[in-house]
């Protein structure tokens, strides 16, 4: 299994000014990445997202780092179903650009009223990502959804989402840490999810009950109220050695990518959540 990171990870020192997406290309391997993710290019100015494409994979050959997989937001209830799939189909020609052969986009992060749950959605959403897939196969990429987003995020969900898409070059992409955002146990959600993975995040969070006074700063809410902080892979409460075991269970042996949201230094983060994924990952797979 290889590991890679997403760029997202680095987002503390974009914000910073002290790396942006061309240059921890290079901090990446330097760490002992074997590829790097890409979420939503973000061009300088004057440069269009089709060249950016073109100087990020430029460098990604010169330092010897493939693109594992390009990551974009999406909402198909945003406009309407066929104006986003027209767009997404742009960001598919992007991630080929990238030289990847997976892009996992959203489907909504709109929540429904009350009266349109999945079940009355669910068919618009399927269309809507049948028509990018469909696109996409074209180019020799395959699509995914993530458990993510404050509506598609539980397991039952997104298995649903994939199974009324019904197209084989469309997948998921199964977060590791997420499912708490839902109020999941992570490894009974991994347990429905690893079946249909075509790409995987290992991440970790610090979970405080909603019952206790709220933490403050670094902290968000859950579905139901519980406090999460992101953190680095092993020192949360995410089973992540568990979800590489079920992963090989389900015959999964692609990649596997760190997402570093944590408040702790993200370079500290990032690499101490990599040594522990790597022993995780002699411990499971055996190498």
């Given at each position: 299994m290889k590991i890679a990171v997403s760029s997202y990870s680095f987002s503390q020192y974009f914000q910073k000014g002290l790396l942006d997406q061309m240059s921890c290309i290079a901090k990446a391997k330097e760490m002992g990445f074997d590829a790097i993710e890409f979420t939503d290019l973000t061009p300088p100015?004057?440069?269009?997202?089709?060249?950016?494409?073109?100087?990020?994979?430029?460098?990604?050959?010169?330092?010897?780092?493939?693109?594992?997989?390009?990551?974009?937001?999406?909402?198909?209830?945003?406009?309407?179903?066929?104006?986003?799939?027209?767009?997404?189909?742009?960001?598919?020609?992007?991630?080929?650009?990238?030289?990847?052969?997976?892009?996992?986009h959203d489907a909504t992060w709109t929540t429904p009223t009350k009266s349109r749950g999945l079940k009355n959605i669910v068919d618009d959403l399927a269309a809507g990502i049948r028509e990018v897939s469909d696109y996409a196969a074209t180019k020799g990429i395959r699509t995914m959804v993530e458990n993510h987003g404050t509506f598609l995020q539980d397991a039952d969900r997104v298995e649903t989402l994939i199974n009324t898409v019904d197209n084989p070059n469309f997948g998921w992409l199964?977060?590791?840490?997420?499912?708490?955002?839902?109020?999941?146990?992570?490894?009974?959600?991994?347990?429905?999810?690893?079946?249909?993975?075509?790409?995987?995040?290992?991440?970790?969070?610090?979970?405080?009950?909603?019952?206790?006074?709220?933490?403050?700063?670094?902290?968000?809410?859950?579905?139901?109220?519980?406090?999460?902080?992101?953190?680095?892979?092993?020192?949360?409460?995410?089973?992540?050695?568990?979800?590489?075991?079920?992963?090989?269970?389900?015959?999964?042996?692609?990649?596997?990518?760190?997402?570093?949201?944590?408040?702790?230094?993200?370079?500290?983060?990032?690499s101490i959540g990599l040594a522990n994924l790597r022993r995780y990952v002699s411990e499971v797979y055996g190498n």
């Open positions: 100015d004057g440069v269009t997202e089709e060249e950016y494409a073109r100087q990020i994979k430029a460098e990604c050959d010169r330092v010897g780092l493939p693109v594992s997989n390009y990551t974009i937001g999406a909402d198909f209830l945003r406009t309407t179903v066929k104006e986003e799939a027209e767009r997404l189909k742009k960001k598919v020609d992007v991630a080929a650009i990238l030289g990847t052969t997976s892009m996992r199964c977060d590791m840490g997420n499912f708490l955002c839902a109020d999941e146990d992570p490894a009974k959600a991994y347990g429905k999810a690893a079946p249909y993975a075509f790409y995987a995040h290992a991440k970790d969070f610090i979970v405080k009950s909603g019952n206790e006074p709220d933490p403050g700063e670094g902290f968000f809410q859950s579905r139901s109220g519980n406090y999460l902080r992101g953190t680095i892979i092993g020192h949360g409460v995410v089973p992540v050695k568990q979800c590489l075991s079920i992963l090989k269970k389900n015959g999964y042996d692609g990649y596997i990518g760190v997402e570093f949201e944590g408040i702790e230094d993200c370079i500290q983060g990032i």
